[in-house]
C-alpha cells in the first residue's frame, strides 16, 4: 500500500472517531456512488447495443438502396434488348 494512501486513510479515520458523522455520510456517498457506477454501465451496454443495432440498419437500408437502384437499370436493360432483338 502507498505511503501516502495510508496515511490520507488513518487521517480520515481519526476524523471519523471525532464524532463528526463523516463515517456515516461516506458510507452513505460510496453506496451511491457504487449505485450510480452500476446504472451507467447498464446504460453504457445499452448505448453499445444501440449503436450496433444504429450500424445495422445502416447497412441494411444500403443494401435495400442498391437492390432498389438496380431494378430500373435492369428493366431498361430488358426492354433495351428485347426492343433490339424485334426490331432486326
Known amino acids: 500500500m502507498d505511503f501516502r494512501y495510508r496515511h490520507r486513510t488513518e487521517r480520515r479515520h481519526a476524523m471519523a472517531s471525532v464524532g463528526d ?3 456515516q455520510y461516506q458510507k452513505l456517498v460510496m453506496e451511491k456512488l457504487e449505485r450510480y ?3 451507467f454501465s ?4 445499452k448505448l453499445t447495443q444501440i449503436q450496433i ?3 445495422t440498419l445502416k447497412v441494411k437500408a444500403g443494401v435495400w438502396g442498391g437492390i432498389a437502384g438496380l431494378v430500373p437499370v435492369v428493366l431498361a436493360l430488358v426492354l433495351f434488348f428485347v426492343t433490339q432483338s424485334t426490331a432486326k
Open 21 to 23: 458523522g463523516w463515517d
Open 37 to 39: 457506477d452500476g446504472k
Open 42 to 45: 447498464n446504460i453504457d451496454s
Open 53 to 55: 443495432d444504429i450500424a
